[in-house]
C-alpha cells in the first residue's frame, strides 16, 4: 500500500531531509517532524522538498518533550490516518570527556537521542499493532558499536537504541510490526563538515572504501527496512559505514 503514513523524526536534518525524499518516492505519505525554531532551516526545507508536493510537510516537534509527541501523533492522525512507518532520526551531540561533563550534557543528548525514541514509539506501537502492519527504524550510530573519545553520552544513547530495538522487536514481531536500527558512518552531513578538516582527513583515511557516506546512502536503506516486502528483517542493526566498523 503506497499511502502509508511515515513520520521522521529530525526530519529537516541532514539525513533526514534524505529519508523523507527516499520515502516519499516510495510512495508514502511523509511528515517530517523537528524543531520549528529552526526557521531558516525549514524555508530551506520545504524549498528542497518542493517538487514532492503535499507528500512530505513540516511538522514542528520536540522529541523530548512527551505532550508535544502525542500531540503530533494526534495531529497527523486527524489529517492523515494512523502512523504505519516510525524513523527515528532526531539527535544531537555535547561531545566533551567525561571527567568535563556535566549534567546537562548527558541530559540532553539521553533526552533526545534515547527517550525520544521511547515517546515515539509508545504512541504508534499501539495502533501499528491494530493495523496489522508497523515498520519502526531507529537511527543509531556506528559509535554506538564502537564508542567514541569525548562521546561518554552519545555512544551511551545511541548503544541504548540497540537494546531498546531488539526487545520491542520480540514485542511485536508478530502483528506484523519490524523494528530495526540503522547505524551509520561518517557522512558527509553538516555535522561532519563541521569537524576541523585535519581530523575530518584522518576519519576519511580510516574508512575503507575511503570517503565519507552519502545521506542517499543511509536514506536508502531506511526506505528498504520499510517496505511492505521487509517483514522478515526484525530485531537487526544495518551497519553503513564504509568498512569503518566490521563484526559478526
Known amino acids: 500500500m503506497n499511502d502509508r503514513v511515515a513520520v521522521v523524526t529530525g526530519g529537516i536534518g ?12 516510495a510512495g508514502r505519505k511523509v511528515v517530517a517532524a523537528d524543531l520549528a525554531s529552526r526557521g531558516e532551516r525549514v524555508d530551506e526545507f520545504r524549498k528542497e522538498v518542493a517538487s514532492f508536493g503535499e507528500q512530505i510537510r513540516f511538522e514542528p516537534l520536540n522529541v523530548a518533550d512527551r505532550k508535544d509527541c502525542a500531540s503530533l501523533i494526534e495531529r497527523v492522525g486527524k489529517q492523515d490516518g ?15 570527556s567525561l571527567r568535563k561533563m556535566d549534567a546537562t550534557h548527558w541530559d540532553d543528548v539521553i533526552n533526545i537521542n534515547l527517550s ?13 499493532t491494530n493495523q496489522g502492519f508497523g515498520r519502526i527504524v531507529n537511527i543509531s550510530s556506528v559509535n554506538g558499536q564502537t564508542g567514541q573519545f569525548g562521546q561518554t553520552n552519545y555512544s551511551a544513547a545511541k548503544a541504548g537504541l540497540h537494546g531498546f530495538t531488539m526487545a520491542l522487536a520480540r ?18 552531513t553538516p555535522m561532519v563538515r563541521a569537524v576541523p578538516e585535519d581530523i575530518r582527513k584522518q576519519i576519511v583515511a580510516s574508512i575503507p572504501v575511503g570517503r565519507l557516506g552519502e545521506p542517499r546512502e543511509i536514506a536508502r536503506t531506511v526506505s528498504f527496512l ?9 530485531g537487526a542493526n544495518i551497519p553503513v559505514n564504509g568498512g569503518y566498523f566490521m563484526s559478526f
Open 226 to 234: 520499510t517496505d511492505e516486502d521487509a517483514g522478515y528483517i526484525t
Open 82 to 96: 494512523p502512523v504505519s512507518i516510525l524513523v527515528n532520526s532526531a539527535g544531537i551531540t555535547r561531545d566533551t
Open 116 to 128: 525520544g525514541v521511547f515517546n515515539l514509539c509508545r504512541l504508534v506501537v499501539d495502533g501499528m
Open 14 to 25: 541532514g539525513l533526514g531531509t534524505e529519508i523523507c525524499k527516499a520515502l516519499a518516492r
Open 171 to 188: 514485542e511485536v514481531a508478530r502483528k506484523g510490526v519490524t523494528v530495526n536500527s540503522v547505524s551509520p558512518g561518517y557522512c558527509d
